[in-house]
């Protein structure tokens, strides 16, 4: 899920899906995860301009971990 204004885009175009499940992980360039005391999160981000190393530059500006698909 995306809310306004946390990581820069890397030029990845951003949306938000919610899911009381997992992600699909069919078409992602990966993931950063994010953690806040005992609970971590995981933005995906998906095939549609970008590359996976797009997504590692953008998880490192944010401090966030990269994971891959």
Not at 32 to 47: D, L
Not at 55 to 64: E, H, V
Request: net charge negative.
């Amino acid at each position: 899920m995306v809310s306004g204004g946390g990581l820069p885009d890397a030029g990845v175009a951003a949306s938000a899906q919610f899911s009381n499940g997992p992600c699909s992980h069919v078409g992602a360039l990966g993931g950063c995860r994010v953690a806040q005391g005992t609970i971590s999160e995981t933005i995906w981000y998906y095939a549609g301009g970008g590359a996976p190393s797009d997504i590692q530059t953008l998880c490192a500006a944010a401090g966030a971990t990269y994971v891959a698909p």
